[in-house]
Every structure is written in C-alpha cells, then in structure tokens.
C-alpha cells in the first residue's frame, strides 16, 4: 500500500524534475547487441528503497517494465521473462532484438517520500553487422533502386556481410501480377562467429525480355537490419532494342524538348541515348513506380515529367542522338525510339547571293555567262540548295551546270554553299528571276529561299553586224527606242523621288515617334532581309501565337511543388487545385470600406457579371498562388480548354514584371521576354497585329515585384493599368494584398485569394501528392491535425504544397509550434535531400555552408530594404558574393533558382546572335525564402546590446489599413535606417522569423512594432513566433490586452486567427482583456458552440475575462435577426460588463429595435449589471424588452 502510493506520486514529480541532470550513475547512451543479454548499466548507492524501469521517457499512465524493491521484484517485463535488473539497479535484457532500441526511464526511489527521476537512457541496438542492409553488388548504398546492365554469363549478386546470425536471402522478380521467385544460388560463410550470406542469378529475364525489376529480400525475424531488401533494375545488353518505326524529331536549339512514352500501364522504364543506332546505350533517366516511387537522372540536362515523359529544357547539338524509352511492368516490354536532331536557323534567316547587297530588291548585273554562289551561313542540320530559274523561261532558254555543293562545318553548324555556273542560250533574253531555295530531305524544315533578277549585258564578240540595207531601219529603231527610254527615265525618276521623299518622311516621323514613345524598333526589318517570302499579316499573326504558346507551355510544364527535386517537374493543370477566390463589392460606401463575398471558380473571373470589368487586380497574400493562377490561365488558352473563357480569346500575353525593369515598351517586353531569340517578328509587328486584333487578354503578374512601379517616367505597365493603353483589352493584374497601384480605375474590379480550406486541401493531396492512396492522404491528414500550428499555415498554399509532399515522403514529421519552427524544418530538408546523394568527403562542406549562410543573409536583406527591392541579380553578381561552391549548393538545392532572359545590347549589329544574348538571372524560389535569410541577418543584428529601434513621431503609423497611401514617405513613420524601407505588411515574415529565430530580437523587435498605433496587431503575429519563456509570453499577452484589441473585415486571415489565438491565451489563463471590437466582421452567432462568427469563416468562442466586446455594423440590415443571439453569447461570458453596437451613421441609429423579447437573456444581463449602448443612444436593459433611451 506504501508503495502504491509512491508511485501514484510519481508522475506529479515528473512534471518537476524530468529535465533533472545526469550525472555518471547511468551514462545517457548505452549500446547493447542483439542475439546477446543486454545490460543497462546503473550504480545506484545501496539503501534506496525501490528502482522503476520504464521504456519510454513519457511515463504518466505507463506500466513500469520491473520495479526492484526490498520486497521483491516485479513489473509486466520481469513477469514475461524479458527483463531483469541487478541489486544495483542495471536493467537486464534478455535476447536483444532491434525493438529493445528505445528511450529509457529510470526511476530512483530514495525513501517512501523523496523520490526523483534521475535519468532518460538512450539504448541503441548494435547488430555487429558490417553491413546493416541487404546490398547488391557494383549498386550504390544511397539510392533506393539502382541501374545494371546485363550481358551473357553475368551475375546479379546481393549479400549481407558479418552479420552476427545467418540471414537468408532469396531474389524475386516484380510483376504487374505480383512478386515471383526465380531461381538463384545461396551461399553462407562463417568466419569466427560472423556470416557472410550471398545470393546469385545469372538468368533475371524469365517474364521479360528487355527490362526487367529484380528484390533481394532477406528472412530477419529479428530485426538485424536495417533495410530488408533491395532492389535494381536490370536491362539487358544481349539484345538491341528497336522500334519498327523511328520517330524524328526536329528541334530548334533553346527550345524544350519533349519525348512522350508509352500510353501502357508500366511499373518502371528507362530512358536511354545512343549517338548512333550501332552505339552502346548510355542511361539517362530511369524511374520506378511501385509502392516506393523512385527516380534517378545521370545528367541534370534532363528531367522526368510525370515520371514518363523524357525532358530539356534549352535543347542544345550536345542533345542529338537516339533516345529510347524501354517500359515494362514485369511480364511485357514496350519500346519508343526518337531520333532527335537540333536544328539552328541561319544568320540571316535566308540564303544569300555573293554580289547582293542585301537590300530589299537586288538585282544583278551580269555576263551572259559565268559563274555565282548561293551561301547560307550558320544552319545545322547541312541542307541541299539548288538554283532554278522564272517558270515563264523556256526550258533552252537559260541553263545551271557545273553545280558545286560545299558544306563547312562552323562548330557544330554548318556554311553551305553552292556555287554553279550558267549560261543564257537565247538572244531575246536580258532579265530573268532566278531563284535559289533549300531542296531535298530537309525542306519541310526549312523554308528558305532568295530570288534575286539577273540583268545581262551584251559584249562586242556577240554583236552580230546587220545588212548594209537595213542601215536606215535599224536606225529608226534606235532613235524610237532611245526617246522611249529617256522618256522612261523621266517618268521613273520623278516617282522614285516621290517615293523617297515619302519614305523619308515615314521613317524622320516614325523616328519622331520614337523619341516619345519607344515601340518601334531601331532597324527597318523589311531592309534587312532580302529577296525573302514576306508573309502576310495573317501569318504573322499565327506565327506570334504560335510562338507565345511554345513559351507559356515551357512555364506551366515545368511546375516544381518541392524545388529540390528536380526531377519532378508537373504540367499544372495536374497540381493546379483552387482555393478560396472572394471579390470586393460596396467599396466607397459608408464608411469607405467595401465587402468581400465568394465567388464561385477562378473561370468566374471573366464569366461572373458580378466582377465584369477589362481592368481587375488578383490580389492575395505571399505563397497563396497568384502566379500559379496565370500558369493555369496560360494552360487553359493553350490547350482552348471548352470551360474557359480564354478558349475564345485569340491573344493572351502573359509577363512576369519582375523581369520588365528599365523596359518601358510591352512590345519590347513581349519580344525580348516572350519570343524566341530567332524570332523574325519585329516590335512594329508585334504593335501591329495586337493592335488589329480585338480580342486580347493581357495578364501582368506580380506588380508587388515589378522594379519601375516607384519610377519618376510613365511605362506601359502603369499606362496599362490605368486604362490609358489598351483600354479595350481586358487585363489582370496580379499582386500582394498589400501592394496595390497608387492608382487604378475606379471601375476596376478586385479578385482576392483567400488560400486552401479543408476541401482543397484534400483535393490536392489526392491529385498531386498520393492518387488513390487513401490510406496514405489519411496519414498526411492526420500529421496536419497533429501540429495545430499547421491549421493556420497551411491555409497558405504554398506552405501546404511543400508540408504535403515532405510529409509524404518522409517516415518522421516532427511537431511546430511555430512558423519559424516548420519554416527551419523545411530548410533542414532541403540540404539533407542534397547531402544524401554525395558521399561522406563532401558532407562535411555541405553542413558549412547549411549553417554558415551570412553573406547570403545580407544580401537577401539588403536587398529587401532597398527603396526599390532588388532581389534578382545576376548569376556572375552572386558568385562573385557567395563564392563558386555555395552558389551552386544552393541552385542545386533550390533555394536559389537561375532564370534565362534575353539581354539587348545597345550596340548595332548585323547579327541577330549579337544583337540579343542570353543573361542568367538568379532569384530566390519564393520571397519567402529571400525573407527567411534577411531574417536571420536582423536577428543578429537587433540582439547586440546597443541596438534599439524607435520612431521619431509616436502619432505616425504603419499601413496596415492604409494600403491605397502608398505614396506617403516612409521616413514620415520609421526612422531608424537600419530598418527603413522594411514595411512590415510588405515583408511580414521577416519580422516574424526574426522574432522566432532569436528571443532577444523578437523582445525588440515587438516592441518597437507596438509603439505604432496600427503596429500592435501585427506584433500579435511575432509574438506567436516566439519560444522560450512562458511568463515572458504572458506578460506580452497582457499588455497587449489592456488596451483595445481590434479585429477587422480588412485584417487578412492570418492576423484574424492569430488575434483570437491571443485572445484565448489570455482568457485561459485569467488575463483581462480590456476591449474587443469586431469592425464590420461579424456575421453570425452559433449557440452550440457559444461563439461567434466571423465573415471570414473564423470563430471567436466565449472569452471569461472580457470586459468589453463592441460590435460595429456598415448597415442596421447586418443585425436585423441577430441581436438576441448576440445578447445570449453576451451572457455566456462571465466578465463582460460592455456591450456595443455602432454604427456608420445616426440613421441606422434610429432604426435600431425598440425592444428585444428574450426575457431570460435580458434577466441574465440585468443581474449582471450590464449596460447595452447603441452609438450615441445608451440605455439600461430592462426586462421585459423596456428600456429608457437618452441621445
């Protein structure tokens, strides 16, 4: 009985001391080996008077293992016959296996009343195995499926190696019909107590004749290793795989290359390169896709879209080859090969004729025979030219003979030329259109040709002398003739001249133009190129349509939810999921401030009458998928996709701001963005056909990033958005919340992203994550629930994304408290998914650069802090900064992201290739990231002891409800210069993170942001962050609740959830809160659940220690049917003394109900003294519904 007693204590004491110190009694990690009796070594000094033993450190309602006492011992272990202790208190094991590895609790009991819990033993199992995994010969340890070729007479070998106990082994094969054995030798050797076991097959191709997935599996009852089996992927080099038929693929250099698979269900299949069809095949890419999906790239030029699909984007000649795709499910093999070939277009883009001087009309003058040469310059593959003359010509009339065909090979492309001889047969000929053009197998590739006029003139030696008789005539004729052709001079140098002088005139004003408005381009391009087919404007127009869906599939193809896997790139119409999509309706009524309703699908945003408008701003939060959205635009004009609205649209133009600063034409921004470096279409045809095109939709994304929004000059972007161009395209704008233009149409319409609710979320696990997997959504489903910071952050799409996919993938998912918490956890990931694939010698460089990030912190935050945020740069730029090998750990990683763009030179060149040349941007994956190492470099800095941040004028205050004010300096309301420019709406997270990264800093941090009016809501978030201190928490907690605690229909949901979150800290533990106002917020009360609720779908519940709760409405109509609901939530908290309506003006005032008719509630408020008013109306609450009124 005095024992039990004890031990009921016991838990108590160890919410007091659990934390206690070790000392050397019982060291706090211990190894034991299995197979063997395993001693947890304690020395206790004698006299205690009882030791409990448990296998776990959490022991509050566990069962002790033994408990060792004077009496005796006993316990659920000792009574099984599993465990035993010593007199001194070490626990025995008997018969180690791996489930003995576990976290052990010690228990030391000196008397019957003094007693503590000494120590937390971490017991590691040591199976005294070289090897703690079945491993396949020549495969890597690291890689879950590995690649061999197979040949006569080879073998495929897995063995285990000095394991204590011998491990049988046995290989299957993998089928779509299941697992089957196939035969194979075993053999064991012991060497002084430790096997060796080893398992051979020399025949893996039973089922399958090109590809086939071989397991090693091992028998280990108990629990020797590790990993149970391995498995590799075994193609066979005895046969040639081919296809009876080879499709070609011709593709341009710097495009995307594509290669689809087979449509067959398949478990698993390779991609492979031969230069020739006679070559050895080199693997590039090969993919499994059993219950472990797995993949592996031999070059980072390709990647597996879809786990299928074969791609490169920026095809370059190294690219050319033979590419086969082997898929196979076990029993059947299905083959595709392509034979790619990169083409380059020449420069210039047409052939050229050695005499031209490449103008417009060229004609030549020449012999009536002799020689000539037709060149193109710079083409791959080589290609045929011949030459033929007008169809009008007789065929004796002009013949080519003697035709040379001479290709040189430039580096990979190649200069043709032909050059030929000629010779005109008939006298009456002195003009002739001679055409020289691209021929053969290649001509569907390319459709070049130049037509150029030959002008013959005539020699002596083939002037014939006439009769003597036909003096006179042929005299008569001459003077005709001439007077002819002087008169013909006449009438073609007077319309030349015109001609010119209205040339002239065009290009001095087209000149002109370009003074004020930089459209045009600098170059005639009709000059440019000679004696080319000019196409039409049709045409034209095709060939721009044609050119923006080949870029926009390039974006919404290569979709990365987790950016260190590279090889997983989605098209997005397969991750694409919609989340919450709400539009503004009453802005400039009462009060100033407009309402958000839902509205139904992102389609609705052109199709709903509700938001009809050609100017609409997307608006939304960071992470919450404003850029996704346009991918998904982009995918449905792409694909004419019948449900959307853009399958009608001819144009769409979608551009990425970031990238347009110092380019102040969007027909400059579309050429140079957009199309292709080749890419014939001038800026004057890209203004002409949108400008004759009607049906257009322009979609400029990520205003809050666009680097020329602050500039003194007008672009076209701003010119766009205010209707001054374009104004009968619709256009959308996407942007942060936070960030919206200084000025816009009033008839524009706002869009906002209001991110998942449950319903999306489960609708992406299933569509992007686990497909069918039930059992597997529940479990990401069920971690989601577990860490309840989660609910609130993983409303952010972004940040579900990557929580659902790392939670898939990994077998452990800790616990946050915090954002900062999971925001390090997901970074952690980022560098151990790296690490993983080197070896031992390099991980030592990669935990360097994982915790020694400084020069990238101030780089990331002095680029925020900029007056005009810099955070793109160029790749040499960062290099130079962080040096070669961390710059390329983290664009490996995929912290940091390299972007192509074309850069052009200011210089002429006759060249297209010098004219416009590729530059590599680098930025951060997402600005949250840029913010998540900026924030590590304030936490530094604030926590020196030195470092205060104040504000010069104690009136001023933040934007967080004056986003339209934009313009307003920010040295009118920060003034410290470490932290100008850094508002913190715009960059939010980089408070929060610093808050979480560093307690000293956070204190500071919070409360600088409180001496500001509007900066206390936001030194909520920051609070939340922290860690540490639980009454330095609370303290914080009630100075913010001793003065009025604001919740908004403007706050984002983010702020709202975190407010109540405050709220229920401090009514749960006794804190008075002063004042709660809910601004045009409220929508409903729920009895049930005693709370009320939120327009934003939140719920505030019954807060005990609430003095005063007001209520403010736009309209009287808002409360009609609510008051008594609110008077009943009203009693439901036990220290409200206040309660208020207002409202925006006395007229709704007026109209307030005369009487309430719930007795029982007004009983309850009238005992409890509670005084109702009604803006300036005020009364005392009666019962019976009686009340006095006084204005």
């Given at each position: 009985m005095e024992l039990r007693c004890v031990l009921f204590m016991v838990p108590f004491g160890l919410f007091l001391i659990i934390a206690g110190h070790a000392n050397s009694t019982c060291p706090s990690l211990q190894y034991i080996v299995i197979g063997t009796t395993g001693v947890i070594q304690c020395s206790f000094e004698e006299g205690f008077f009882g030791v409990l033993w448990y296998n776990y450190t959490e022991i509050l309602h566990q069962e002790a293992l033994i408990i060792l006492r004077k009496s005796g011992k006993s316990g659920v272990g000792y009574n099984a016959g599993e465990y035993d202790v010593y007199p001194n208190g070490s626990l025995v094991i008997y018969n180690v296996s791996k489930h003995h590895e576990s976290n052990y609790t010690v228990i030391l009991l000196q008397t019957t009343t003094d007693f503590s819990v000494d120590f937390i033993i971490n017991v590691l199992v040591n199976a005294e195995t070289f090897i703690p995994y079945t491993r396949i010969y020549q495969c890597s340890d690291i890689m879950k499926v590995c690649l061999q070729q197979w040949d006569k007479n080879s073998e495929i070998v897995c063995y285990v190696q000095d394991a204590r106990l011998m491990i049988p082994l046995k290989w299957i094969v993998r089928t779509i019909s299941g697992d089957r054995n196939i035969s194979s030798d075993l053999s064991v050797t012991n060497?002084?107590?430790?096997?060796?076991?080893?398992?051979?097959?020399?025949?893996?191709?039973?089922?399958?004749?090109?590809?086939?997935?071989?397991?090693?599996?091992?028998e280990d009852p108990m629990g020797l290793l590790t990993r149970t089996q391995s498995t590799v992927l075994i193609l066979n080099n005895k046969l040639n795989p081919t296809s009876e038929n080879v499709i070609t693929k011709y593709l341009q250099t710097g495009s995307k290359m594509r290669l689809d698979c087979s449509d067959n269900e398949f478990s698993f299949l390779l991609w492979h390169l031969k230069k020739t069809l006679e070559d050895k095949p080199t693997p590039v890419v090969y993919a499994v896709l059993t219950e472990d999906v797995f993949s592996h790239r031999y070059n980072d030029d390709y990647a597996l879209q879809n786990y299928s699909s074969l791609v490169v984007h920026g095809v370059r000649m190294k690219h050319e080859g033979f590419y086969s795709c082997i898929s196979g499910n076990g029993m059947t093999d299905v083959i595709i090969v392509y034979n790619v070939i990169a083409f380059v277009l020449p420069v210039p883009a047409h052939p050229v004729i050695e005499g031209c001087n490449h103008e417009q009309y060229c004609v030549l003058e020449v012999q009536r025979q002799g020689n000539l040469t037709c060149t193109l310059t710079g083409i791959r593959p080589p290609v045929q030219l011949d030459v033929t003359a007008g169809?009008?010509?007789?065929?004796?009339?002009?013949?080519?003979?003697?035709?040379?065909?001479?290709?040189?090979?430039?580096?990979?492309?190649?200069?043709?030329?032909?050059?030929?001889?000629?010779?005109?047969?008939?006298?009456?000929?002195?003009?002739?259109?001679?055409?020289?053009?691209?021929?053969?197998?290649?001509?569907?590739?390319?459709?070049?040709?130049?037509?150029?006029?030959?002008?013959?003139?005539?020699?002596?030696?083939?002037k014939i002398p006439p009769p003597r008789g036909q003096n006179w005539i042929i005299f008569v004729l001459l003077t005709v003739v001439l007077c002819l052709m002087v008169l013909c001079g006449i009438v073609f140098i007077r319309v030349f001249r015109k001609r010119r002088g209205i040339n002239r005139y065009n290009t001095n004003d087209s000149r002109a133009h370009e003074g004020n408005d930089s459209h045009g381009p600098t170059l005639n391009e009709e000059e440019a190129i000679p004696m080319t087919k000019q196409l039409t404007t049709l045409e034209k127009q095709r060939l721009f349509i044609a050119q923006l869906k080949s870029k926009y599939e390039d974006l919404y193809d290569a979709v990365q939810p987790i950016p260190y896997i590279k090889d997983r790139l989605y098209c997005v119409d397969r991750v694409f999921v919609e989340g919450g999509i709400e539009y503004l309706v009453g802005i400039g009524t009462i009060g100033g401030h407009g309402t958000w309703k839902t509205l139904g699908t992102y389609q609705d945003i052109f199709n709903d009458t509700r938001v009809k408008s050609v100017r609409r701003i997307l608006e939304g939060e960071p992470g919450y998928g404003k850029s996704t959205l346009t991918l998904q635009l982009a995918y449905d004009w792409c694909n004419e996709i019948p449900a959307s609205f853009l399958c009608k649209v001819d144009i769409l133009i979608l551009l990425r701001l970031r990238q347009l600063g110092g380019v102040t034409s969007i027909y400059k921004a579309i050429k140079q963005f957009i199309l292709p470096i080749d890419s014939t279409l001038s800026e004057n045809d890209i203004?002409?056909?949108?400008?004759n095109n009607s049906s257009v939709v322009v979609v400029l994304d990520g205003f809050d990033e666009y680097p020329d929004q602050d500039k003194g000059y007008e672009s076209d972007v701003i010119n766009i958005i205010m209707k001054k161009m374009f104004q009968q395209f619709e256009v959308i704008l996407t942007t942060r919340s936070s960030f919206l233009p200084k000025n816009y149409p009033a008839q524009t319409k706002r869009i906002r992203l209001t991110g998942f609710d449950d319903t999306a979320r489960d609708q992406y696990i299933q569509k992007a994550v686990v497909g069918d997997d039930i059992e597997a959504a529940e479990k990401i489903k069920r971690r989601l629930k577990d860490n309840a910071v989660l609910a609130g952050l993983c409303q952010v799409p972004l940040f579900f994304v990557l929580f659902a996919h790392m939670s898939h993938e990994s077998k452990h998912f800790q616990k946050f408290n915090s954002v900062t918490s999971f925001f390090r956890y997901m970074i952690s990931c980022f560098h151990s998914h790296m690490k993983n694939k080197f070896k031992d010698e390099n991980v030592k460089k990669f935990n360097l650069f994982e915790t020694k990030h400084q020069e990238l912190d101030k780089l990331a935050f002095e680029g925020l802090r900029g007056k005009e945020q810099q955070i793109v740069w160029t790749k040499e730029q960062l290099c130079k900064k962080l040096g070669l090998d961390f710059y390329n750990q983290y664009v490996s990683i995929g912290i940091l992201v390299e972007e192509e763009v074309l850069a052009f030179r200011d210089e002429p060149s006759g060249l297209i290739t010098e004219h416009v040349q590729y530059t590599t941007e680098v930025r951060f994956y997402h600005k949250l990231f840029c913010e998540w190492?900026?924030?590590?470099?304030?936490?530094?800095?604030?926590?020196?002891?030195?470092?205060?941040?104040?504000?010069?004028?104690t009136d001023s205050s933040f934007r967080f409800l004056q986003h339209q004010q934009r313009d307003i300096s920010y040295n009118d309301w920060n003034t410290d210069p470490f932290l100008r420019y850094l508002d913190p709406i715009d960059v939010q997270f980089l408070y929060r993170f610093a808050c979480g990264l560093n307690p000293v800093a956070g204190k500071k941090i919070i409360e600088y942001l409180r001496q500001s009016k509007e900066g206390g809501k936001f030194a909520i978030l920051c609070i939340l962050e922290q860690e540490g201190n639980v009454e330095d928490l609370l303290e914080t907690v009630r100075q913010l609740c001793s003065s009025v605690v604001q919740i908004a229909s403007n706050h984002n949901?983010?702020?709202?959830?975190?407010?109540?979150?405050?709220?229920?800290?401090?009514?749960?533990?006794?804190?008075?809160?002063?004042?709660?106002?809910?601004?045009?917020?409220?929508?409903?009360?729920?009895?049930?659940?005693?709370?009320?609720?939120?327009?934003?779908?939140?719920?505030?519940?019954?807060?005990?220690?609430?003095?005063?709760?007001?209520?403010?409405?736009?309209?009287?109509?808002?409360?009609?049917?609510?008051?008594?609901?609110?008077?009943?939530?009203?009693?439901?908290?036990?220290?409200?003394?206040?309660?208020?309506?207002?409202?925006?003006?006395?007229?709704?005032?007026?109209?307030?109900?005369?009487?309430?008719?719930?007795?029982?509630?007004?009983?309850?408020?009238?005992?409890?003294?509670?005084?109702?008013?009604?803006?300036?109306?005020?009364?005392?609450?009666?019962e019976g519904g009686q009340h006095s009124k006084t204005v």
């Open positions: 060497e002084t107590s430790y096997f060796t076991s080893a398992v051979t097959t020399t025949n893996p191709f039973i089922f399958s004749s090109f590809l086939t997935l071989l397991a090693c599996k091992a169809f009008h010509l007789s065929p004796n009339g002009i013949e080519f003979f003697d035709k040379h065909l001479v290709s040189y090979d430039n580096g990979g492309a190649f200069d043709v030329s032909l050059v030929f001889k000629y010779r005109v047969k008939e006298t009456e000929i002195h003009r002739v259109t001679v055409e020289c053009r691209v021929v053969g197998a290649e001509i569907d590739l390319f459709h070049l040709s130049t037509k150029f006029d030959m002008l013959f003139t005539t020699v002596e030696s083939e203004k002409t056909i949108i400008s190492y900026a924030a590590h470099y304030l936490a530094e800095y604030a926590s020196k002891d030195d470092v205060t941040f104040n504000l010069n004028n949901l983010l702020l709202q959830r975190s407010t109540i979150q405050l709220l229920e800290i401090a009514s749960s533990n006794e804190i008075p809160i002063s004042s709660v106002v809910l601004d045009r917020c409220f929508q409903s009360v729920d009895l049930k659940e005693e709370c009320l609720c939120l327009s934003s779908g939140l719920q505030l519940p019954k807060l005990d220690t609430l003095r005063e709760l007001v209520i403010r409405f736009v309209i009287f109509e808002d409360i009609r049917g609510k008051a008594g609901g609110i008077l009943d939530y009203s009693a439901s908290c036990v220290g409200l003394k206040s309660l208020k309506f207002t409202y925006a003006s006395v007229l709704d005032v007026i109209l307030l109900p005369q009487s309430f008719d719930d007795g029982d509630v007004l009983a309850c408020l009238r005992r409890k003294n509670c005084k109702g008013k009604s803006s300036v109306i005020s009364g005392r609450c009666k």
